[in-house]
């Protein structure tokens, strides 16, 4: 049997993907229950107990061997694929000796440009604002961009099944936007991560047993941020998107939005963005009386539920997908608005 010809359906591998994660964390839980880093990080927990943050490293394996599931993956993937363990391992050493946020984002920045550069894939902003040159802006702004989403799911991972819920609606998302376009590797590849994470629910669910931690967090924001510059966005009529701004970049929109209200929130009182605390939207609704998995349902219906003004908007009428846009920015806004003024959780 020629192994490298080896290959399943996606059903199959969608399959072995969640029992891969299920085995590889329940393994993970076993070796680390009791074990906690010297160098544990000084952060403001719901909970003083502690959960080991070490479940991302378990998803991540179990994603890349199922990718492997669905035959031999082009080179573009295997490249990326290649890195997205480098930031994953990266994350894992952070979570065990805490790294210096500025050494940290120096390695990320590293990790991220360099498959972007080699590969030539980035997000067009040049011939968004009319300008031309070499894509040298356009290859700034792809890395800021995956480094933000990155960050932004590294810092919506702050309560108990959270950056599950989160993550899984962006691949369910991704999917359906990639299938849509007949982007099929992507919408495979989608489906993969998604039954990864799903996998990892059963340990994360309230309460939790383990935690992503930075392996896993920043594994599943560079795999989502370099699906949303290899989906490929042509539109076949005149929309309010144009061939430059991909309607796949307004599915970030919860964990963008947590993180601007944690940044802005933090610099306002003189404090450090980079230090932790329960100041997060999730947070601000635990302090208004929610249960932890009330505050799950709202992110998951708000999630799902923007992005049916997205879906919508594509299908629509010029005028008709401006008032939606319109209508979903409107939605950012007031979302940014109500969660910086509501209460912290102490």
Known sequence: MNLSNFQVSLESAAIGTILLS?????????????????????????????????????????????????????????????????????????????????????????????????????????????????????????????????????????????????????CIQIALLTNYLNQYKLTDISILLLCAIGGFLFFNFPPAKLYFGDSGSLFIGFCLGFMSILYNWAPKDITVYTSTLSPVLLIFSVPILDFLVVVTYRISIGKSPTTGGTDHISHRLLAKGFSEKKVLSIFLIYSLGTFALIYLSIFTSTQMSYLLIGALFFIYFLTYFISIRLKVLT
Not at 41 to 68: D, M, Q
Not at 82 to 110: E, M, P, R, T
């Open 22 to 170: 299920l085995l590889f964390n329940w393994i993970t839980l076993k070796r680390t229950h009791d074990f906690i880093p010297k160098n544990r990080k000084n952060e403001k927990r719901l909970s003083s107990r502690y959960v080991p943050p070490f479940g991302g490293i378990a998803c991540s394996i179990a994603f890349l061997i199922s990718t492997r599931l669905l035959g031999q993956a082009e080179s573009n993937f295997l490249y990326i694929g290649f890195f997205a363990v480098v930031i994953s391992v990266l994350g894992l050493v952070d979570d065990l000796y805490n790294f210096k946020w500025y050494l940290k984002l120096i390695f990320q920045i590293v990790i991220v440009y360099i498959p972007l550069y080699n590969l030539n894939i980035f997000i067009n902003f040049e011939s968004l604002i009319g300008i031309e040159s070499d894509n040298y802006v356009n290859f700034i702004v792809s890395t800021i961009w995956i480094i933000l989403i990155m960050n932004a799911i590294n810092f919506i991972d702050n309560m108990d099944g959270l950056a599950v819920v989160v993550s899984s609606a962006i």
